[in-house]
């Protein structure tokens, strides 16, 4: 069954990689807006190039980077343009072996384990939404009106989307030099605040992950008391791991109070990452 399971994902794969070559195919054949890889497009994209610090040698790339799904179907052209999915996918590729050479390098005592939760914490939507701004790329996002109108140029997940998608950008167009260079000019420039700052840590996603690497499977989360009025609601939630209860957590939503009780969970369990400090 895990071989079986191993074989489909393998599988899929190969066809999301099938399909981002068909559509950088299309991208590469027709023009997204005018001819020339460089030639005639928008002084917003030579405006982000500087702010890149890197010249693209096509531009069509960069666009393609910043196309979100929502302008893509709404442009009246047939064969519709690709969005930046294929290219986040690629980026994120690209992001995920930069981030764990670079961890596995900077903390040689660290275990697979502790990485695993460090990669975490770099990687998530929270992090790449800080890197994005270090670019200002929500001002640079194609979007659908109805899109921009609800916030999208501030959305956490849209813009952590668009920076692995300029990145997958840069790797198609420069290689894998040029995208490290981008990463360690955003990410690593801010990644000691984000290891030691619990505002940036996912404990669910890390407790997740601690339980499994120990053979423990998932955690349950169970509301064990709600208090006050609608507006000012206060949640009691117990973590369990097979049926034990390891922690408890209160927040203002579910959402809040979960999180609180992972953290007091991977605490209680000593799973709870301690980054090594440089002066250690």
Known sequence: EAEEGGRRHRLRQVQDLILFTRDLFILLRRPFRTPGKRAG????????EKILH???GD????????????YVNNVR??????????????GDAALNAIVTDYLYRRYPDCGEGELSQMKSLVVSAKVLALCAGHWNLGEFILLSKAEEKSGGRQRLNILADAYE???????LDGGYEVVRKLVHATLMDIMDDVLTDADFANYKSLLLEYTQSQGFGAPSYEVVSQSGPEHRKNFVVAVKIRNEEWGRGEGSSKKDAEQSGARAALESHGGLLEIPREDA
């Open 77 to 90: 052209q047939m064969p519709p343009p690709p969005s930046n999915e294929r290219l986040e996918f690629l």
């Open 165 to 171: 998608a300029v990145l997958g950008a840069a790797y």
């Open 54 to 56: 890197y010249r693209f």
């Open 59 to 70: 531009l069509r790339l960069l666009e393609m980077s910043l196309s979100h799904r929502s």
């Open 41 to 48: 497009y928008e002084p917003r994209l030579i405006r982000l």
